[in-house]
């Protein structure tokens, strides 16, 4: 760590999918497999819940990252979504 990100710069972040069909963005990380293995931790945490999110990874900024802590309950369709990203990480991991 110590390695900071700049905030104009893309890294990844984790997106949460809920079934009220709002989202949110955790997790920021600078590389997708950091991203990964967030969603491994989040999913294990999320197991017992009533409900469950579904997670992608997506690419941001910092700063659109930063922004969207400041709408809760999102559900603009024009945010980020990866799911493609997500696919190609999942068929690495299943190797
Ligand atoms: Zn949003």
């Known amino acids: 760590m110590g390695e900071r990100i700049e905030p104009w710069r893309a890294a990844f972040a984790v997106r949460r999918d809920w079934p009220d069909r709002t989202h949110e963005f955790v997790g920021f990380v ?6 990964a293995r967030f ?3 989040d999913r294990a945490y999320w197991r017992r819940a009533p409900w469950r999110p579904d997670h992608g ?3 941001i900024s910092l700063r659109d990252f930063d922004l969207h802590r400041h709408r809760p309950m999102c559900r603009a369709p024009d945010c980020p979504t990866g799911s493609s990203t997500v696919h190609r990480v999942r068929r ?3 190797r």
Do not use: F
């Open 92 to 94: 690495r991991h299943s």
């Open 39 to 41: 969603i491994e931790a």
């Open 57 to 59: 990874i997506v690419v």
């Open 30 to 35: 600078r590389t997708e497999a950091g991203a």
